[in-house]
Every structure is written in structure tokens, then in C-alpha cells.
């Protein structure tokens, strides 16, 4: 344990000194007497986060608890402290009491409808106007968010498509607003957004269907986007896997062409992005790392990319960063990662609620 250790470094945003001890998993900013000196330089950031992870997935199978346990392990060794579960077939709740994991926010089970979203991964619902009090149940289940599907293949019409209607889709916003959850959707297209944008969702979970004035739209009423870049980065091998379905495979392929610039225009319009690896499936757990790089590349640059895994989720998560009283989740880098990102791949400490991984 690193605990009680005296912290000393710098913070990568603004060059300040920062300085803090830790006492069991809490970071203080008075001075503990006899502590040992466990870093003296370097540069400290808060824990890193992934704003779309699935612990509770595996690819092809069904998840354990203790199998989640090694995924969220990994997560953590790679210096992702705080993890935002958007969905998962499996309830996690039995990770918190394990120090060596991140912190987990989740959303509970994905809502879905029959045969338009991954089997056994969510709830489907037969009658898509059970949606507000399913959007309620998991409003209890979740810590804080709800997860929507808002559109995904439809195989009669052998293309993306949504789920729910504009009426279904306010009233699921308004109940989850009530029950004192946010809601995010998963996205790919164009076509669904429109209404999940005008109704206010609080997030959007990929969006590489967002056109000029979606954009606009998501700015003026402050809706978040998680773009998941790596993930998008399979949007060709998930076509080759829909053979069956040529129109969906070509416009697969026709939001990955052009998903750079889409998220570079986001970023250009001002459009709050946060970093999320959407790990649990097609994606491996533990590289949350090669997300912060690929949201350098559509007009971040290193500085902003690392706040967009790091201070930015962590205000907008309710979670804390390096205050008095704030869980002990950081990292101490030999070198300042807004120079070079590659650093955070090579940390001299990983510090997980007071535990040394690193």
C-alpha cells in the first residue's frame, strides 16, 4: 500500500507544483508527519477514465464476476481509475469493495428491442412504449446513467435504423431526468440522432453519422459525445462480417471513411469529447492509452486529449481528481505527457484508491 507516502510533481496543464499525501485510499493536502517521500518529481495527472467501457461483456460468451475482476485489472495496470460501464449484461457492483479496481459509474443494462441489438447483452423490449419504465428500472440498477440503443442493423430493411420514436424517446429522457439518471444512446447513422438530439439525451456513444447541424444541436443543448475511436477503427471488419446485408456493410464502411472528419468537425464546433475505448467485445481491455493518441489526430492535440481522459470526465462524472478528500487514483509520469503522449504508457507509479499497482 502507498499509504501513508508524500506525492511531489508537477501537473502537466499548467507546470504548478503539486503536492499531497496519502492516507489509506484518500489523498489529503495537509502534510501527514513521518510519511515516507514515495515520489519527489515528475508529473502527476488524476486517474485516467474511460467514458465507454464494458467489464460485464466478453466477446462470444457469457461473463463472471471474477472474469470481469481480471478485465477491470487490466483496465486499471494500463492507468484507467475510473471507468463509466455504459452496459452490461452482467451486474459489477461486486468490484467495488476491490481496491486493485477502477472506480466504477454505470448505466445498467442496454435497452433494446427484439433482434435490434447483440443477443443477451440488454433488455428488449417487445412493446417500444414500455421503454420509460424500463428506462426506470435501470435508473435504479445504474449509478446515475441509463443506456440506450438508438439504432442498429434492422433486417428487413437490410440497413441501420432507429429503435424508438421521437414520443418514446422524450418520455424515456424525462423519466430518466426524473429518476435522477442522465441517458446516453449508442449511435452510429445519421438517422436516429435527429430525434435522440432534439429530445435531449445527455450523451451520444460513437456518433460518426453527425452531420454540420447535429453538431450545432448537440453544442446548444450541451450534449456530450464519446466517439470511440478504436472501435470505429473495426467498423470494416463488422462489415465483412454482414455479408448478408450488403447496403448495411457499404454504409459501415461509408461512416468509417469519413469518421475523422466528422469528429474533427465536432471538435471544431464545440462539441464536449470524452475518451472511451467501448472495450469488452471487439475491443480489448486495457487501451485507453491508444484512444487518448487517436483523439490527438482529429484536432485535440496531447493537452486536450489527456483532459478529455482525464480533469474533463472527471468534473462532468461528479468524480474527484487530485483534491482534499478525493479517492487516491493517479499517476506519477517520468515525463510530461503534453509533450508526448507515449509517456502515459510508461508510468513510474499507478496509484489505484491508495493501492501501488505500478
Not at 519527489?40 to 460485464?56: E, M, Q, R, T, Y
Request: with cysteine; charged share 25%.
Amino acid at each position: 500500500m502507498a499509504s501513508p507516502g508524500h506525492y511531489r510533481g508537477r501537473d502537466p496543464f499548467t507546470g504548478e507544483p503539486i503536492e499531497f499525501w496519502v492516507v489509506g485510499d484518500t489523498i489529503t493536502h495537509s502534510e501527514v508527519p513521518g510519511s515516507d517521500t514515495v515520489a519527489d518529481g515528475g508529473w502527476i495527472v488524476p486517474g485516467l477514465v474511460d467514458a465507454h467501457n464494458h467489464v460485464g461483456i466478453a466477446p462470444g460468451l457469457g461473463v463472471t464476476i471474477e472474469q470481469a475482476r481480471q478485465y477491470a485489472y487490466a483496465d486499471a495496470r494500463a492507468g484507467t481509475l475510473l471507468i463509466r460501464e455504459v452496459g452490461s449484461p452482467l451486474d459489477t457492483h461486486a468490484l467495488d469493495d476491490d481496491p486493485a479496481c477502477p472506480r466504477f459509474i454505470r448505466s445498467g443494462k442496454h435497452i433494446a428491442r427484439p433482434k435490434r441489438y447483440l443477443r443477451d447483452y440488454g433488455v428488449d423490449l417487445d412493446d417500444p412504449d414500455d421503454l420509460p419504465a424500463e428506462v426506470a428500472r435501470q435508473a435504479q440498477a445504474g449509478d446515475g446513467w441509463v443506456k440506450l440503443v438508438g439504432d442498429w442493423i434492422d433486417r428487413d430493411a437490410g440497413d441501420l435504423a432507429p429503435l424508438w420514436d421521437r414520443d418514446q424517446l422524450a418520455a424515456a429522457v424525462s423519466t430518466a431526468h426524473e429518476h435522477g439518471a442522465r441517458i446516453t444512446a449508442h449511435v452510429f447513422g445519421t438517422d436516429a440522432l435527429v430525434d435522440l438530439i432534439d429530445v435531449g439525451v445527455d450523451c451520444i456513444e460513437h456518433g460518426t453519422g453527425l452531420t454540420p447541424d447535429l453538431l450545432d444541436r448537440m453544442v446548444n443543448r450541451s450534449i456530450a459525445l464519446v466517439p470511440t475511436l478504436i472501435q470505429v477503427d473495426n467498423f470494416p471488419q463488422i462489415a465483412a462480417g454482414a455479408d448478408r446485408f450488403p447496403t448495411y456493410g457499404a454504409h459501415m464502411r461509408a461512416l468509417h471513411a469519413t469518421a475523422t472528419d466528422v469528429f474533427a468537425a465536432a471538435r471544431e464546433a464545440g462539441v464536449t469529447m470524452f475518451a472511451g475505448t467501448d472495450a469488452g467485445g471487439f475491443v480489448e481491455h486495457g487501451r485507453i492509452v491508444d484512444e487518448i493518441e487517436r483523439l490527438a489526430t482529429v484536432g485535440m492535440g496531447p493537452a486536450d486529449a489527456l483532459a478529455a481522459a482525464t480533469t474533463a470526465p472527471r468534473a462532468w462524472l461528479g468524480a474527484g481528481a487530485l483534491g482534499d478528500g478525493d479517492r487516491a487514483d493517479f499517476l506519477v509520469l517520468p515525463e510530461d505527457p503534453c509533450d508526448d503522449l507515449a509517456v502515459l504508457r510508461h508510468p513510474t507509479a499507478v496509484v489505484c484508491s491508495g493501492l501501488a499497482l505500478v
